[in-house]
């Protein structure tokens, strides 16, 4: 079954760009619809987005504004990028894939998460 | 505050059947059988458990069900063991196209 692994910096300064990539065991990129979720200290589940191998992208409102979900050109990883954060963006982000090709709403395979935290 | 909202926590003992509660509005949890359950244990990952109100992914245990009854969804376990121990978390597809989270439930195993 696929595989997936967060990855980037572990710490970000305020007002900067938070960046993180997705790498995707299989081949199963080129379908399927790739999601980030977060979970900050002490909080719930959060969803911030997904983007459907097409190209499809749909952001919650919470964070339309500063985020950019893609895929990369090389078709093994995909990306969250959170414009200006704040300490509130402080939280362990998931990259997911949904369980069928053509529904996005089944979150079944979850990266390990990878905790970004937001500090001068 | 998150949008649907689960019980803050649960207990039972081992043998025993629990049930957690995830209410929403007509927008979400009642609009739509995209209702799904994760477990989270310290430090992992989520696990789908349930999705779309009452389906078990392959592998899960047939100890956990969901159900729905108007804008309230639920997840029963039933024999608890002390491997259920978790915080679990519902979440819905919405009219606006995104996805919602109750606050999670933290279930104790006496």
């Known amino acids: 079954q696929v595989q997936l692994r967060e990855s980037g910096p572990g710490l970000v300064r305020p007002s900067e760009t938070l960046s993180l990539s997705c790498s995707v065991s299989d081949d199963s990129i080129t379908s399927y619809y790739w999601n980030w979720f977060r979970q900050p200290p002490g909080k719930s589940l959060e969803w911030i987005g997904y983007i459907f191998y097409t190209g499809i992208t749909n952001y919650h409102p919470s964070f339309r504004s500063r985020v950019t979900i893609s895929i990369d050109s090389s078709k093994t990883h995909f990306s969250l990028s959170l414009t200006s954060v704040t300490a509130a963006d402080t939280a362990v982000y998931y990259c997911?894939?949904?369980?069928?090709?053509?529904?996005?709403?089944?979150?079944?395979?979850w990266g390990q998460g990878t905790l970004v935290s937001v500090s001068s | 505050q998150s949008a649907l909202t689960q019980p803050t926590s649960v207990s039972g003992s081992p043998g025993q059947s629990i049930t957690i509660s995830c209410t929403g509005t007509?927008?979400?949890?009642?609009?739509?059988?995209?209702v799904s359950w994760f477990q989270k244990h310290p430090g992992k990952a989520p696990k789908l458990i349930i999705y779309?109100?009452?389906n078990r992914p392959s592998g899960v245990s047939s100890r956990f069900s969901g159900s729905k009854s108007g804008n309230t969804a639920s997840l029963t376990i039933s024999g608890l063991q002390a491997e259920d121990e978790a915080d679990y978390y519902c979440?819905?597809?919405?009219?606006?196209?995104?996805?919602?989270f109750g606050g999670g439930t933290r279930l104790t195993v006496l």
């Open positions: 007509g927008s979400d949890v009642g609009g739509y059988n995209f």
């Open positions: 997911v894939r949904s369980l069928w090709r053509d529904n996005p709403q089944v979150f079944q395979y």
């Open positions: 979440s819905s597809y919405t009219t606006s196209s995104t996805f919602e």
């Open positions: 779309e109100v009452i």
